[in-house]
């Protein structure tokens, strides 16, 4: 399944937000984002249908690190860039190891202990297997 339409809807609340409110910050937000997205498509990282290659977990993988790229790179807001400068190299640093431990747990069934009330520590450990992307994207709220 594809999220792009997810992302372009969350880039259009963000500018509304900014719209409505004068959150200057939502602004570059919104602008940042699209600008990923447009990488991310260039790029061509929507999910593939074989084991092996980026599933949805790898594609968000690729639009987080565009949009942290856009947000440490851009000059509008001076605190948002210096929030995204480490993990957007983090995140570009690791590409190589991240998406391995992504596409290294696909194709195994994997037991949460039910579908509607889930175990929360079991889904979490299924949907977050790459130890290196989780430690950079911690480090956001740390430094934020």
């Known amino acids: 399944?594809?999220?792009?339409?997810?992302?372009?809807?969350?880039?259009?609340?963000?500018?509304?937000?900014?719209?409505?409110?004068?959150?200057?910050?939502?602004?570059?937000?919104?602008?940042?984002?699209?600008?990923?997205?447009?990488?991310?498509?260039?790029?061509?990282?929507?999910?593939?249908?074989?084991?092996?290659?980026?599933?949805?977990?790898?594609?968000?993988?690729?639009?987080?690190?565009?949009?942290?790229?856009?947000?440490?790179?851009?000059?509008?807001?001076?605190d948002l860039a210096a929030a995204f400068t480490n993990v957007a190299k983090q995140l570009t640093d690791n590409e190589a190891k991240i998406v391995g431990e992504l596409n290294a747990v696909q194709g195994s069934p994997c037991d949460i202990k039910g579908y509607y009330f889930a175990d929360v520590d079991l889904a979490s450990k299924a949907m977050r297997p790459s130890a290196t992307l989780n430690a950079a994207l911690s480090s956001i709220a740390v430094n934020a």
């Open 1 to 78: 399944m594809d999220s792009l339409g997810e992302f372009l809807a969350l880039a259009v609340s963000l500018e509304h937000l900014a719209i409505t409110t004068g959150n200057k910050k939502a602004q570059v937000l919104a602008d940042t984002l699209d600008a990923a997205t447009g990488t991310f498509l260039d790029n061509d990282k929507s999910p593939a249908r074989k084991i092996g290659q980026i599933d949805n977990r790898g594609s968000h993988f690729y639009l987080a690190t565009y949009w942290a790229q856009e947000l440490a790179k851009q000059t509008t807001d001076a």
